[in-house]
């Protein structure tokens, strides 16, 4: 089966590089403790079995038999205590170390066993586990994590097995005879790197991909209106669990004051971008929660677009349009900045509109669209930007802590936007402590009130994942779970009759 993906992956270590282009290929190469099934309820990956203490402070897994690594060296409680320990490393920098730093004791009383106390019970614990991709210590044991060639030449436990990773081309991977799951049904994954979304387009109206994730005008238009394309492929579309924001550089001037945050926000018409980029496939949002879930706080409401009341903010906040050239100053500078994006084309047209918008009330904007490796390495890491176009992608777990705690601003974390609010910070802590899920949730429901009011992130829109599959692809569960199209995936089979005579990266 041949895919496609818009920016390569900066590793296979999925917990130091943090990205979403790694974790889908390192997801089909590692496996957890636990995973989601069908129903996004948890179940044993790795893990046959798990308990948890009468205190809820400790929790007890239980491997299944005869694991072993995709070389043929055993898998055992060692390798999960050695993973654990390589993410809390302070040198490791995992923006996801926050989660297991607050394990004070892990112990392997046996090969097959591994056992975890916290000082106080933390309701996001076990999803915890389900995020953790174990990795192997016999190959990484004294390795820097940053430099290790491991990074490019995994050996994992999963379904699939690196073969070829050909830079700036593709991916190949194949499967792993000694999957500690069992054989996947489709040989051979390749990932092909197309940037461009309409690169990829073609590539599959030329049934050199089976595979893509679609932007709303070939879902909702192109493919409809070609018949030898919808004879050829089957469309999806689920409401994901993330959503597109543009942030602030908390850290840079003008954005430390919540008058000019404000003022944005209110600038940006953000029914104008769902309808306009993405045809009405996305949800205006109040909170950085999936509409509909018991996290979403339905009480809220997004800021309305209102130009006037931005202006009149941004006059509260001493800007001035002094020389009636139609941009805004303050202490005799022009209310001037930069979004960057990465290449994608709804989060360009996107900073497109905003920059329109923005203009009318006297801010003057420049874009600009950079590849994503060097996005990651050279802004946001870095901390170098003014305001930003970027998207979360969630986990089930309603805990943001990696993202909003002010604890998480170094160099690889997720609070790159600087964000220090003392009120969130004790939300986020006591939402973590708490097991009722009834109280929960209000503190949840809290944390995103106070978060809207602060403004730290202009919200644009919940999106839809869409995606086209060709259907020689069988096996796909329908209707689609609440785990989504991908749930499964190694089911799924192409019949002989409909496979490639010989497969190619191209």
């Not at 959503?243 to 919540?258: A, E, R």
């Not at 005799?332 to 009318?360: H, M, W, Y």
């Not at 305001?387 to 309603?398: H, Q, S």
């Given at each position: 089966?041949?895919?496609?993906?818009?920016?390569?992956?900066?590793?296979?270590?999925y917990m130091v590089a943090g990205e979403s282009a790694s974790a889908a290929i390192a997801s089909n190469i590692f496996n957890a403790l636990l995973k989601y099934n069908?129903?996004?309820?948890?179940?044993?990956?790795?893990?046959?079995?798990?308990?948890?203490?009468?205190?809820?402070?400790?929790?007890?897994?239980?491997?299944?038999?005869?694991?072993?690594?995709?070389?043929?060296?055993?898998?055992?409680?060692?390798?999960?205590?050695?993973?654990?320990?390589?993410?809390?490393?302070?040198?490791?920098?995992?923006?996801?170390?926050?989660?297991?730093?607050?394990?004070?004791?892990?112990?392997?009383?046996?090969?097959?066993?591994?056992k975890v106390s916290y000082d106080q019970a933390y309701a996001p614990a076990l999803d915890s586990w389900s995020g953790l991709q174990i990795l192997p210590a016999h190959?990484?044991?004294?390795?820097?994590?940053?430099?290790?060639?491991?990074?490019?030449?995994?050996?994992?436990?999963?379904?699939?097995?690196?073969?070829?990773?050909?830079?700036?081309?593709?991916?190949?991977?194949?499967?792993?005879?000694?999957?500690?799951?069992?054989?996947?049904?489709?040989?051979?994954?390749?990932?092909?790197?197309?940037?461009?979304?309409?690169?990829?387009?073609?590539?599959?109206?030329?049934?050199?991909?089976?595979?893509?994730?679609?932007?709303?005008?070939?879902?909702?238009?192109?493919?409809?209106?070609?018949?030898?394309?919808?004879?050829?492929?089957?469309?999806?579309?689920?409401?994901?669990?993330?959503?597109?924001?543009?942030?602030?550089?908390?850290?840079?001037?003008?954005?430390?004051?919540?008058?000019?945050?404000?003022?944005?926000?209110?600038?940006?018409?953000?029914?104008?971008?769902?309808?306009?980029?993405?045809?009405?496939?996305?949800?205006?949002?109040?909170?950085?929660?999936?509409?509909?879930?018991?996290?979403?706080?339905?009480?809220?409401?997004?800021?309305?677009?209102?130009?006037?009341?931005?202006?009149?903010?941004?006059?509260?906040?001493?800007?001035?349009?002094?020389?009636?050239?139609?941009?805004?100053?303050?202490?005799?500078?022009?209310?001037?900045?930069?979004?960057?994006?990465?290449?994608?084309?709804?989060?360009?047209?996107?900073?497109?509109?905003?920059?329109?918008?923005?203009?009318?009330?006297?801010?003057?904007?420049?874009?600009?669209?950079?590849?994503?490796?060097?996005?990651?390495?050279?802004?946001?890491?870095?901390?170098?930007?003014?305001?930003?176009?970027?998207?979360?992608?969630?986990?089930?777990?309603?805990?943001?802590?990696?993202?909003?705690?002010?604890?998480?601003?170094?160099?690889?974390?997720?609070?790159?936007?600087?964000?220090?609010?003392?009120?969130?910070?004790?939300?986020?802590?006591?939402?973590?402590?708490?097991?009722?899920?009834?109280?929960?949730?209000?503190?949840?429901?809290?944390?995103?009130?106070?978060?809207?009011?602060?403004?730290?992130?202009?919200?644009?829109?919940?999106?839809?994942?869409?995606?086209?599959?060709?259907?020689?692809?069988?096996?796909?569960?329908?209707?689609?779970?609440?785990?989504?199209?991908?749930?499964?995936?190694?089911?799924?089979?192409?019949?002989?009759?409909?496979?490639?005579?010989?497969?190619?990266?191209?």
């Amino acid at each position: 089966m041949i895919g496609a993906m818009t920016a390569e992956p900066s590793g296979l270590i999925y917990m130091v590089a943090g990205e979403s282009a790694s974790a889908a290929i390192a997801s089909n190469i590692f496996n957890a403790l636990l995973k989601y099934n069908a129903t996004l309820d948890l179940e044993g990956d790795l893990a046959e079995s798990w308990t948890i203490s009468d205190d809820q402070k400790t929790i007890t897994f239980k491997l299944k038999p005869n694991l072993t690594w995709a070389d043929g060296h055993p898998l055992t409680s060692a390798d999960v205590l050695f993973t654990w320990k390589l993410v809390i490393d302070e040198k490791t920098r995992s923006p996801y170390a926050s989660d297991y730093q607050l394990v004070k004791k892990a112990e392997t009383p046996d090969a097959f066993t591994f056992k975890v106390s916290y000082d106080q019970a933390y309701a996001p614990a076990l999803d915890s586990w389900s995020g953790l991709q174990i990795l192997p210590a016999h190959l990484l044991k004294g390795q820097d994590i940053h430099t290790t060639a491991f990074a490019r030449k995994p050996v994992g436990s999963n379904y699939y097995q690196l073969d070829v990773w050909k830079n700036g081309e593709n991916i190949q991977l194949s499967r792993n005879t000694k999957s500690v799951l069992g054989p996947a049904q489709i040989d051979k994954l390749i990932t092909r790197i197309i940037p461009d979304n309409s690169a990829q387009f073609l590539e599959l109206m030329a049934d050199n991909i089976d595979t893509m994730g679609l932007d709303p005008i070939k879902y909702s238009r192109i493919i409809p209106s070609r018949p030898e394309l919808q004879k050829n492929l089957n469309l999806y579309k689920e409401l994901g669990n993330s959503y597109t924001y543009m942030g602030f550089n908390l850290k840079h001037k003008p954005f430390d004051d919540i008058r000019v945050r404000k003022a944005i926000n209110y600038a940006i018409d953000k029914q104008e971008i769902i309808d306009g980029v993405y045809l009405g496939l996305g949800i205006n949002i109040a909170s950085p929660y999936k509409p509909g879930t018991r996290w979403s706080n339905a009480a809220l409401s997004p800021y309305p677009y209102d130009a006037q009341k931005a202006k009149a903010l941004l006059k509260e906040a001493g800007f001035i349009d002094t020389n009636s050239d139609g941009i805004l100053e303050r202490d005799g500078k022009p209310f001037a900045f930069e979004i960057i994006t990465n290449q994608n084309k709804e989060r360009e047209k996107s900073a497109v509109l905003i920059q329109r918008r923005l203009k009318d009330i006297g801010i003057d904007v420049k874009i600009r669209a950079i590849e994503w490796a060097s996005f990651i390495s050279r802004f946001i890491k870095t901390g170098d930007f003014d305001v930003v176009v970027l998207g979360w992608g969630l986990g089930l777990d309603p805990d943001q802590y990696s993202i909003w705690h002010s604890s998480q601003q170094a160099p690889g974390q997720f609070n790159f936007i600087g964000y220090n609010n003392p009120t969130i910070d004790k939300l986020l802590e006591q939402g973590r402590t708490e097991l009722d899920p009834d109280k929960r949730m209000n503190i949840y429901h809290e944390f995103a009130k106070v978060l809207l009011e602060d403004c730290p992130i202009v919200y644009l829109s919940a999106g839809y994942g869409l995606t086209a599959m060709h259907k020689r692809i069988q096996g796909i569960v329908d209707p689609i779970p609440p785990a989504g199209v991908g749930y499964d995936s190694h089911k799924w089979y192409i019949p002989e009759p409909l496979r490639r005579n010989e497969i190619s990266a191209q």
